[in-house]
């Protein structure tokens, strides 16, 4: 029977890459030093785009305290590997009022910085390590307010031998291609192959990119009642 699941493992990631590379018999070092450089790949891909498999499908929660606008990972309970912020409300019983989410230069510029009543904006502070981020909001709350928020979470790097990418199928011939581009040079390919290798790898990850969007809804055609 026929399925769906197909997906492949960090080796064989970097061997298929290495492979392009006329490089089939890698040493254990050799694998070490890819993987170091294919976590490097998920890291900038994982900025690089608003990724729908990477967005949480339940809500957390903050819980405030009076007069204190930012929440961290520490003190808390922030989640650790936000990536940027999808949907953040105050939630009081079955009412939701949404905050507005900010960038850094509007959040800087809002006069609700220095208004009170509920929190209205909300702004993530990166920094250069997740679990050091932390969530503003203003005005200042009250105490006891119920925050809960989405988000668009870090994609898994590879930590074991055996793992799958945290990535859907159509992104395994992206990730091959990129890490085989990135190591051309190290691996002695010609100027010419490295211009190919380059050009492939570019072209797979734009398609996989575009083939993350979100399916459009076309509602059936509807005869008017009136004649």
Do not use: C
């Amino acid at each position: 029977m026929s399925n769906t699941d197909f997906t492949v493992t960090r080796d064989q990631i970097v061997r298929t890459a290495l492979r392009r590379l006329s490089h089939s018999d890698p040493s254990t070092t050799d694998i070490s030093q890819a993987v170091t450089v294919l976590n490097s790949i998920i890291r900038s891909i994982d900025f690089a785009g608003r990724w729908l498999w990477a967005i949480t499908p339940t809500e957390s929660t903050i819980t405030t305290v009076g007069g204190q606008t930012a929440y961290d990972v520490e003190t808390d309970d922030l989640q650790p590997d936000i990536i940027r912020l999808e949907t953040v409300s105050i939630l009081r019983g079955v009412n939701r009022t949404a905050l507005q989410i900010l960038d850094k230069t509007s959040f800087l510029k809002s006069p609700l910085r220095e208004s009170s009543g509920d929190p209205a904006i909300v702004h993530l502070q990166r920094e250069s390590r997740l679990v050091n981020q932390t969530m503003i909001l203003y005005p200042a709350p009250t105490a006891g307010i119920s925050i809960v928020y989405t988000y668009q979470r870090a994609l898994h790097e590879f930590d074991a031998a055996n793992e799958n990418p945290d990535f859907p199928a159509e992104w395994i011939i992206p990730l091959e291609d990129q890490l085989a581009s990135r190591l051309s040079v190290e691996y002695g390919a010609s100027p010419d192959a490295q211009i190919l290798l380059a050009q492939t790898a570019d072209k797979s990850l734009k398609e996989a990119k575009a083939a993350n969007g979100e399916p459009q809804v076309s509602l059936p055609y509807m005869r008017s009642l009136y004649f």
